[in-house]
């Protein structure tokens, strides 16, 4: 570790503080430009997942549009149409997607009034 900190001074006096500076830097920035933004992204997704209810409206990673008629600990028991029933896992339902459906929907019945 030391010959490390030594190479990076390059025989200057004070080197080894800058180089740790610019590490710390560096690490402040990936925290705020990858770290938080995924943590963040991750906390919606988890609280999206829970407030999902019997009657919800929903769609998948795939694109599959359903009803959620059933909810179990791990899946959902959707209707997709009349009569057709789909078992799928909790986490492949998409937050974006589905948001983009209920402005979709919200946009549609504006249009009507």
Request: aromatic share 8%.
């Amino acid at each position: 570790m030391t010959n490390f900190l030594l190479a990076a001074q390059g025989g200057s006096g004070g080197g080894g503080m800058e180089f740790m500076v610019f590490i710390g830097l560096f690490f402040v920035i990936l925290y705020f430009f990858m770290i938080r933004p995924q943590t963040k992204k991750a906390k919606e997704q988890k609280n999206f997942l829970s407030d999902l209810k019997k009657g919800s409206r929903m769609v998948t990673i795939g694109g599959i549009h359903g009803k959620i008629i059933q909810v179990d600990d791990d899946t959902f028991l959707i209707e997709v149409d009349s009569n057709t029933k789909l078992r799928i896992e909790k986490s492949t339902i998409s937050l974006e997607h589905t948001k983009a459906l209920h402005e979709r929907m919200q946009q549609k019945s504006k249009d009507k009034k």
